[in-house]
């Protein structure tokens, strides 16, 4: 089945420790992109990338990195710079046209411990 | 600019009533708008989406949307609400900035149904 697979569905980190959270798709889609959601709140745009080896911040980088060195693959690392990391987090991708939907996995929950 | 505002934060209806769940749009072009549904700690599945079609829209679930362009609404409407709708609903409007294709989601709407 085609979509999108996002590991570990759940994440503890302690205070300090890089973690990354993994986002695959198997779709042949151009466009991926990960988003942050916090309870009662939408979703808020972290990176995003339109071809491999290219990507955008969004509108709350600070504190996350990824990278794009497969068209498949979209890893987000939440590093120690970012305050409070603690939310849910959602990986998409789409055909990067302005008129396709975005597909989504089904989340990951970071708590910091 | 483009920008999503979703009028109520919580709907509450009774199981077999009609729901309405409004969202108003501001695009500087002829817009791609999205309904998708999200329920707790899952990610987010799309409902309909209306792209310069049709501007009644049906979907998944018994639910439907009408593009109107004068007054920059889709709203999301079902004639008979389930249990199972109980869920967070976003509106979301897609653009192309300098870079490619992007997502502007509004807050959400939660909509209870009560027994």
């Not at chain 1, 009662?40 to 509108?59: A, C, E, M, P, T």
Request: charged content about 15%; some cysteine.
């Amino acid at each position: 089945d085609g979509g999108i697979t996002q590991s570990p569905k759940y994440l503890f980190r302690k205070e300090g420790q890089n973690v990354t959270l993994s986002c695959e798709q198997n779709l042949n889609h151009d466009a991926m992109y990960w988003y942050r959601q916090d309870p009662g709140q939408g979703l808020r745009l972290i990176y995003y990338s339109q071809i491999v080896n290219d990507f955008q911040k969004g509108d709350i980088a600070e504190g996350y990195s990824v990278s794009r060195e497969k068209k498949e693959s979209f890893p987000l690392t939440v590093t120690s710079a970012q305050k409070n990391p603690t939310a849910f987090y959602l990986c998409a991708s789409s055909w990067g046209s302005g008129q396709t939907e975005a597909f989504f996995g089904q989340g990951t929950r970071l708590t910091v411990v | 600019a483009q920008s999503v505002t979703q009028l109520d934060s919580h709907v509450s209806v009774s199981e077999g009533t009609p729901v309405l769940l409004r969202c108003n749009y501001s695009s500087s072009y002829s817009p791609s708008l999205f309904w998708y549904v999200q329920h707790p700690n899952k990610g987010l599945q799309l409902l309909l989406k209306y792209t310069s079609a049709a501007t009644l829209v049906k979907g998944i679930n018994g639910f439907e949307a009408e593009f109107k362009k004068s007054e920059t609404s889709f709203h999301l409407t079902k004639p008979s609400a389930h249990m199972s709708d109980a869920a967070e609903y976003f509106c979301v409007v897609s653009h192309l900035d300098n870079y490619g294709q992007n997502f502007v989601f509004g807050p959400g709407t939660r909509l209870s149904v009560l027994p």
